[in-house]
């Protein structure tokens, strides 16, 4: 059975349809905008200083496991 094929549509009809599109998008404004940048940097920092933390205490840890048998 062969799949039907869709229209594609010209140039024209689909930078129309694109436009009509975009038009419905709800924009963020510029203070939201900041304010969801700044907490994703926030959100970043705390990770970046968690993911440290644990990495210094698990290398510790594997430093220790190491020392015991020497």
């Known amino acids: 059975m062969k799949a039907e094929r869709m229209a594609k549509p010209s140039?024209?009809?689909?930078?129309?349809?694109?436009r009509q599109e975009v038009s419905k998008?709800?924009?963020?404004?510029?203070?939201e905008t900041i304010q969801s940048?700044?907490?994703?940097?926030?959100?970043?920092?705390?990770?970046?200083?968690?993911?440290?933390?644990?990495?210094?205490?698990?290398?510790k840890l594997v430093q220790l496991a190491l020392s015991v048998g020497s």
């Open 37 to 59: 940048t700044l907490m994703v940097v926030v959100m970043v920092a705390f990770a970046a200083v968690f993911f440290f933390l644990v990495d210094i205490v698990l290398a």
């Open 11 to 18: 140039v024209g009809e689909f930078v129309r349809q694109v």
């Open 25 to 31: 998008v709800t924009w963020p404004s510029r203070t």
